[in-house]
């Protein structure tokens, strides 16, 4: 189920749906999505859907992982991006291999935890992580040339669009959790001018507040 096949089939199928980046494709591919589920779900890894991951929340699905990563290498690869909302993990180690350096901020300190455990294991190093609420985005390393946040705001939060660079892209999808969420595609283009194009309806968790054990 895990097999190099089924991978291959993952990424024909990203293919279809309109995946064009090469290296996007290529990491898709090899990164071993089956170590970042329970061993229960491991069979679907290689399915184009999210699937539950503990405390209520969602490994995204490979699309949107995908779809979003692709977004964040235009017009050329960022040095470093900040993610908001580490999850499983998955997204921070697919971004890890096309990005010399990730962030990654995590509000859930269970999550976050078995996330480091799996990025250890498969030997992803250039990672940082930080256990808190992510809307506030982790300033001292900012600004950002690219910041992906992975669970749904009503809009995109003051403080990450400050930490946003000139020149710099945030992919963010925003909504209401019962109503549609649509993915933002957000440039800053000066100290005070923000662009903004609305790309794919999507369903994420919501951005909550605070941080949890
Ligand atoms: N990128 C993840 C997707 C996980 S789902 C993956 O690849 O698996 C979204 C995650 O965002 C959840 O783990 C949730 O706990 C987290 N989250 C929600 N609100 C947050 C906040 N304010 N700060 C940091 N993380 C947050």
Known sequence: MTSQRTRDRLVERLRDKGITDERVLEVMRTTPRHLFIDEALAHRAYEDSSLPISQGQTIS????????TELLLQPRVPD????????????????????????TV?????????????????GLRNIYS?????????????????IMVTAAPEKAPDSLLQQLAVGGRMVIPV???????????????????YEERTLDAVRFVPLLDGSVR
Request: aromatic share 8%; glycine share 10%.
């Open 61 to 68: 699905q490979p699309y949107i992982v995908a779809k979003m």
């Open 80 to 103: 470093f991006v900040l993610e908001v909302g580490t999850g499983s993990g998955y997204q921070s180690a697919v971004l890890s291999r096309l990005v010399p350096k990730v962030y």
């Open 106 to 122: 995590e509000r859930i300190s269970a999550l976050l935890d078995k996330a480091r455990q799996v990025h250890r294991e498969i």
């Open 130 to 146: 930080k256990h808190s609420d992510g809307s506030w985005g982790w300033p001292e390393n900012g600004p950002y040339p690219a």
């Open 175 to 193: 909504g209401s959790l019962s109503g549609d969420q649509q993915l933002k595609l957000i440039t800053r283009v000066s100290a005070t001018d």
